[in-house]
Structures are given as structure tokens and as C-alpha cells.
T-cell receptor, first 116, second 112 residues
């Protein structure tokens, strides 16, 4: 079974530029998550989708971050404009359903963003 | 508002058991204990979870104290590939509290 795919793996941009990340979850997984992981810290949830609807975006900085999952499969996360503090690894994860106790999340390899 | 406390780092000799502790003294009755690990440059990987009883799978064992205020993840025969950051997470079965909230975890280094 193919895992969660993310691209690009690495991205370097200058502050105030825009950047977009792409995620393809495991086939059939209804729930998709985007996390931000700053160096030395654990991942922090940014947004959760159930199919193509947003379940939780309470920690997404909406003045500069946006995410969509139009057809309930692939998702993109965009930052516009980027700030230095956005330098982090952006992880995508998917799970079969939002409900259920044993609903483990499967993570992709992440995109490492460096903002100069 | 981390709900778990873990040591920052631990070492373990290859082939020996690695015992990773976690304190979760404010855990609620319906909250589960989850363990994930993150190998360098990879995304986190699910290991195991439990509510009250001890659990075992092909990767590890989870021992939860009777009062549920702490738990221990046991890797019975650690290998070099087990070197990773291990996260202990308390998670509710439903509602907004069922999100995975990661702390800083324990960096386990398996030594040859």
C-alpha cells in the first residue's frame, strides 16, 4: 500500500514570497491533516479535513495560511506571504475516518521549508 | 498545555530493552494513551495505544499503571533503527480533544 505522498521535499524561499505544498493521502482515507513542526518541537496541527470539509482550523494562521481539499483527495497548503518564523517541516497525515479510537494517523515524509 | 511529561533523552544498548516512561497525572477516565515515534527526517509513526490494560503488538508493549497516571513503552530488544524521538500522547475518543497533541517527546538513542 502506498503511503502519504508530499511534494516538494525541500523548499527555500525569501520572506514575503509565496509557497505551496501538496499532499496525496493514502487511497480511501477520508481524513487529512496538515501539521507544522518547528525544529526541536513536536508537530502542531494546523488544519484537519474530513473529505473536502474543514473539521478544525483553529490553529491555522488564516491571515497568511490557506489550505484546500477540493475533491476530497489531494490537498494543498499555501503560505502567502511567508515570514521567517514559518521555517519548519510541514507534515501531511491521513486516517481512514475521523471517528474511532484506534484511528491511527499515517504521516508523509514532510516538506522542509526554509524562509530566508 | 502539554498533558504528558517525558524525559528529554535516554540511551539504550543495542539488544537490551528500552523502557520509556511517561507521566500523565491529569488523564481523564475516557482518554487513551498513544505512542508515536519519529525517526530523523521522517514523519511520525504510530506504535501502540491503550486505555487501562497493558497492550502488546509486534513493535512494543505498553504498560499503564493501575491509577493511569503514568505509563511505560517497552521496546523489548532495541536495535539501532529504533533511534528516534518517542511521543507519548493523551487523546480523547471523540470531540476536539481527540486531536493528536504532540509534546517534545523523548529522544531515544540506541548505542551499538
Amino acid at each position: 500500500e502506498a503511503g502519504v505522498a508530499q511534494s516538494p521535499r525541500y523548499k527555500i524561499i525569501e520572506k514575503r514570497q509565496s509557497v505551496a505544498f501538496w499532499c496525496n493521502p493514502i487511497s480511501g482515507h477520508a481524513t487529512l491533516y496538515w501539521y507544522q513542526q518547528i525544529l526541536g518541537q513536536g508537530p502542531k496541527l494546523l488544519i484537519q479535513f474530513q473529505n473536502n470539509g474543514v473539521v478544525d482550523d483553529s490553529q491555522l494562521p488564516k491571515d497568511r495560511f490557506s489550505a484546500e481539499r477540493l475533491k476530497g483527495v489531494d490537498s494543498t497548503l499555501k503560505i502567502q506571504p511567508a515570514k521567517l518564523e514559518d521555517s519548519a517541516v510541514y507534515l501531511c497525515a491521513s486516517s481512514p475516518l475521523a471517528s474511532g479510537v484506534s484511528n491511527e494517523q499515517f504521516f508523509g515524509p514532510g516538506t522542509r521549508l526554509t524562509v530566508l | 498545555d502539554a498533558k504528558t511529561t517525558q524525559p528529554t533523552s535516554m540511551d539504550c544498548a543495542e539488544g537490551r530493552a528500552a523502557n520509556l516512561p511517561c507521566n500523565h497525572s491529569t488523564i481523564s477516565g475516557n482518554e487513551y494513551v498513544y505512542w508515536y515515534r519519529q525517526i530523523h527526517s521522517q514523519g511520525p509513526q504510530y506504535i501502540i495505544h491503550g486505555l487501562k490494560n497493558n497492550e502488546t503488538n509486534e513493535m512494543a508493549s505498553l504498560i499503564i499503571t493501575e491509577d493511569r497516571k503514568s505509563s511505560t513503552l517497552i521496546l523489548p530488544h532495541a536495535t539501532l533503527r529504533d533511534t528516534a524521538v518517542y511521543y507519548c500522547i493523551v487523546r480523547a475518543p471523540s470531540g476536539s480533544a481527540r486531536q493528536l497533541t504532540f509534546g517534545s517527546g523523548t529522544q531515544l538513542t540506541v548505542l551499538p
